[in-house]
């Protein structure tokens, strides 16, 4: 599986490798009967890995010679490429010919995007998708096959670009080898002044006072509950009265002992923040507004039930039941957990088992600015959201599917805005930290203690990092082209999914320059998140996994296994019978690696070219500015996995859409993908 760690299962994830995968040899087992297992699962993986056969004389082959028109089918030499063209002459030009069609259908979109100044959108105060570790160390620097003693003493540099919160940074750090000795210097891009704002309040918090015990404990609640205690209501106030008070850069490098630097503009803006929050300026709702109430009180009345009226005081506990009404994450978790999640939409507590009616305090780092989908308005009847122009996708309106934002061309600064509570309805803790992480701490039917044990942790391990003054951290809300970072150099680059809204070659040419060419493990790395709506709303079969039946054939065969194991043991144990460990999800069986290609291709027409222009052949996309993209296709990537597994994360349900992919420079000697 694309996420497992070199040298480990890949089905219990367990150490051990010497049982490989007989077809593509980059599968590897622990044991035989781990490999029988996973055979069905592993299936799509090998498809790709494995040989392939050229499309006109059936002959399996080591190295690819691509069709250049689609991309789909490959041969031994040109000779067999041009006898099959009469055959495979109408599918390629049918492929061809829906990728210029997507991308026609993006192009309003991106065209959107590229004159965007902010999105119309919640703060994305928790983020969407599974934390990463920014570096690897173990599976790259500091792998057993690396001779140079220096990787675990040496100062690796990080560029997270689009960097949302703080849980990759965090993660990182604790993914850090007991045996590393050297220090980061970590560079945060957000432009949304909100969560950079709450970002940097979190590392002033891990900082300020080391006589403050149990900060990773605090820390935790205050990141993730919707209500704290006394204490955590004393740390957060304290310090956002002390980063109120800063006026600069250097005043802000100062209070933080040196560990964070900003620009004396970008600080001004993140100060309205802080001061809004001390000042619990958020939108506290008029109850003789009607209009307000009959909205509010009727999600209210839906949960009356759930035992927590002592909080219908709280505006924020009345917001959160506005964006949790029609809510069922329950449905997502297996029975055992589903107590957790309940509890998680009736209260939003993340606490150390403290008590819901002992939490006093609404969290009010969780509010900013609103949403396009949740507009109140202010007490006295104005409107809350004076925007100076709005522009709308048009685009948007008619195919709601693909693209669902609203695009503002807005100067406000955070002291123009009301707030309000941010955190979507699907957002939660469990989404967002990997449930075997969370697991091996201690497993626990309730999922809100092993977590918090799991992320207390995590932060814990970052906050000993700081004190040790082994954290150097530069914080920017700079638009992401316009960051201006010439001089430097990194080991490690993220952008988000940012190539969704610019392309993946824009990426390249801004960012690429800026890899460490002295590191040959350094990778600039993008996401994709929009490839779902673009290709699977798009009703054509060249775009749905030609695959996909078998797949779905494949994981039914698993799950009725699973099943038949499940009431094996309720009729051996009883009741009390937990089910098997690795249950089956049918996204585990389709290595979709196909189709994100042919959405890049779309991209790249949307984004490059213009859509009048053919389809792309797939190494015009892979290479740009002498960097390289890593072929999934053939093997897997080496600092952040291509996609997200299900099989063993019970609890926490990751987000199935994130696709990642490497780009590098290579060396000399690498042989690039051909196309015919």
């Not at 959108?121 to 792998?143: I, K, M, S």
């Not at 967002?432 to 977590?451: K, S």
Request: net charge neutral.
């Amino acid at each position: 599986m694309s996420d497992v760690r070199r040298g480990h299962c890949w089905y219990c994830r367990k150490p051990g490798d010497k049982v490989p995968c007989s077809r593509c040899k980059i599968g590897v087992y622990c044991s035989q009967n781990c490999l029988g297992r996973d055979k069905r699962r592993h299936s799509s993986e090998c498809q790709s890995f494995g040989p392939q056969k050229c499309n006109f004389c059936q002959k399996q082959l080591e190295n690819r010679l691509e069709c250049s028109g689609c991309g789909g089918v490959i041969y031994c030499n040109r000779s067999h490429q041009q006898q099959d063209w009469k055959n495979h002459k109408a599918e390629c030009k049918d492929v061809q010919g829906d990728i210029v069609a997507v991308a026609k259908a993006m192009t309003i979109t991106t065209e959107s995007y590229a004159n965007m100044k902010r999105l119309m959108d919640y703060p994305f105060y928790f983020g969407n998708t599974l934390a990463l570790d920014f570096l690897r160390l173990t599976d790259n620097e500091c792998a057993p096959s690396e001779t140079d003693d220096e990787a675990l003493s040496g100062n690796y540099s990080i560029l997270s670009v689009g960097s949302g919160d703080l849980r990759n940074l965090v993660n990182t750090i604790a993914s850090l080898p007991a045996a590393f000795k050297g220090s980061l210097n970590v560079t945060l891009c957000d432009f949304d002044p909100f969560v950079m704002a709450r970002n940097v309040l979190f590392l002033y918090i891990m900082v300020a006072d080391d006589s403050v015990g149990d900060v990773d404990k605090y820390l935790t609640s205050i990141w993730y509950s919707l209500q704290y205690t006394d204490k955590e209501e004393e740390i957060v106030s304290k310090a956002l009265k002390k980063l109120g008070s800063c006026s600069t850069g250097d005043s802000l490098y100062e209070l933080t002992g040196g560990l964070i630097e900003m620009e004396d503009e970008e600080v001004q803006v993140l100060r309205q923040v802080w001061e809004g929050w001390h000042e619990k300026r958020y939108i506290r709702y008029d109850r003789t507004d009607k209009n307000n109430m009959s909205s509010f009180d009727q999600s209210w009345h839906g949960f009356k039930s759930l035992g927590c009226d002592d909080k219908v005081e709280s505006p924020l506990y009345r917001q959160r039941m506005r964006a949790v009404k029609n809510l069922r994450l329950r449905e997502d978790h297996p029975f055992m957990h589903r107590y957790s999640s309940d509890m998680w939409v009736q209260n939003g507590k993340f606490t150390d088992g403290v008590n819901v009616r002992d939490l006093g305090h609404d969290n009010v780092t969780l509010t900013g600015r609103p949403g396009n989908d949740f507009s109140p308005r202010c007490k006295g009847g104005n409107s809350a959201y004076p925007y100076q122009s709005v522009v709308m996708d048009t685009h948007a309106i008619e195919h709601p599917h693909r693209c669902n934002r609203m695009l503002l061309e807005d100067s406000r600064e955070p002291i123009d805005i009301a707030f309000v509570y941010c955190i979507q309805g699907d957002m939660n803790p469990y989404r967002v930290w990997d449930y075997l992480g969370a697991e091996a701490t201690g497993y626990n039917d309730d999922m809100e203690p092993m977590y918090f044990r799991y992320i207390r942790k995590c932060i814990k391990s970052t906050v000993d990092f700081i004190r040790k003054k082994r954290l150097d951290v530069k914080t920017t809300i700079t638009e992401a082209r316009k960051l201006n970072l010439e001089g430097k150099t990194f080991d490690r680059i993220f952008t988000s999914n940012l190539q969704d809204y610019f392309g993946a070659h824009q990426m390249v040419r801004k960012f690429g320059p800026l890899l460490n060419r002295g590191n040959k493990h350094a990778v600039l790395v993008m996401e994709t998140l929009h490839w779902v709506e673009t290709v699977y709303s798009f009703n054509n079969q060249h775009f749905k996994g030609e695959l996909k039946c078998l797949f779905e054939r494949l994981y039914k065969q698993d799950e009725s296994s699973y099943n038949q194991e499940y009431q094996k043991q309720l009729m051996e144990r009883g009741d009390i019978a937990s089910p098997p460990r690795y249950r089956p999800s049918i996204e585990d069986y389709d290595y979709d690696v196909a189709d994100v290609i042919k959405y890049l291709k779309s991209l790249y027409l949307a984004t490059e070219t213009g859509v009048n222009s053919k389809a792309p052949s797939t190494r015009t996309i892979m290479e740009c500015d002498g960097l390289r993209m890593r072929d999934v296709r053939q093997g897997r990537n080496k600092v952040a996995p291509f996609r997200d597994v299900y099989r063993g994360r019970q609890g926490g349900i990751p987000g199935t859409e994130r696709r990642t992919l490497e780009w590098f420079y290579p060396a000399p000697k690498d042989i690039c993908t051909s196309d015919a």
